[in-house]
């Protein structure tokens, strides 16, 4: 029996959110946040390579990360790291990693995953995504995978199932998508039972994606075609011309919030995604305090709910601070209250232009 299961995995993302520790010239799927010897894509890959042929992964990354890719990736060869010459959001990415695996294989089922985030459950994740793979080469839909919230978390996005029309064992149409609830609406959907986390992590017949890429967006009804052509060349390694055309456009609000068939698959494993310093702070087992350190040596003082990362030799030495961050990377040294995203973001921002204010 052919082997039509595959996996896309993407790496192109900056990572912008994680500073100063996730920078522009290397990310947080590149780093090893947690002292296992591991980046994150290194552990992605290495995840998906236990049930998938290897030889049916692909990476799609930003070209300016291509050689971190060879570096931490030397098993995977040229024609399946998918090059991203500019962000263009996961939309495109997806859309040309669909054109090319089709193109290999008409047939093919594609697992679409992030190369951030954390699986506490190995056997439980590759038993829902090969669950979640049979379904769709079975049925003409797209298929997303949520985690049963353990918190009133706002920094997740929510997905509704329609409980009444069970498709399969832990499989439900989609009811509604919510991006990031404030803590009124996230209470609510802890309460009603039938709200999920949104992990990203998809799948789907590349066949139906395509189609659906072609009847959604716009923009895509010509630039579909003109990727099929480009990945029927002589060399499909190419980079398509059509990114530097296409809009930047996010996977969710573009194609999942508005296909008439998309269903979600309740996983099993232990699911967290690095997408933040307060999300670490929640999701990543700290001391009897709720410190987290992350490969970081420290001496803390009635510390509580701080996450710390510092570089390899250096070590903290902190008294009463709580629900902090303090990172350091390179020239730049963190210190700011956990959830105050703004702050992050404005430090980044002014950091980054080389105009610093009080």
Partial sequence: MADNKYCLILAGGNGSRLWPISRTV?????????????????????RVAKFIDKEHIYVSTNVAYLPLVYEQLPEVDDMHILE??????TLAAVAWGSVFIAKQDPQSTLFVTPADQIILKEEEYRQDVLDGLKFVSENDGLLVMG?????????????????DKPLCHD??????FTEKPNDEFANIFMQEGNFL???????????????????????YRIEIPRMMAEAESDDPKLVPESFNVLPNY?????????????YVQRGHFG????????????????????????????????CSGNVIRLPEGHTAVVKGLKDYVIAEEGEFLMICPRHDVAAMRRMHTDTKFGDPKS
Wanted: glycine residues 8%; contains cysteine.
């Fill in 26 to 46: 290397k990310p947080k799927q590149f780093l090893d946040l947690f002292g296992t010897g591991r980046t994150l894509l290194q552990q992605t890959y290495d």
């Fill in 84 to 89: 991203e010459p500019l962000r263009r959001g």
């Fill in 147 to 163: 985690i049963q919230p353990s918190r009133p978390e706002t920094g997740y996005g929510y997905i509704q199932t329609d409980d």
């Fill in 171 to 176: 499989i439900f149409p989609v009811k509604s």
């Fill in 197 to 219: 986390w949104n992990t990203g992590l998809l799948c789907f017949s590349t066949r139906v994606m395509l189609d659906n890429l072609f009847m959604l967006v716009p923009e």
């Fill in 250 to 262: 996010n996977m969710d609000v573009s194609i999942l919030e508005r296909s008439e068939h998309v």
């Fill in 271 to 302: 699911w967290a995604d690095i997408g933040t310093w307060a999300s670490i702070g929640k999701d990543i087992p700290g001391d009897s305090e709720g410190n987290v350190l992350l490969n970081t040596e420290a001496f803390l003082y009635e």
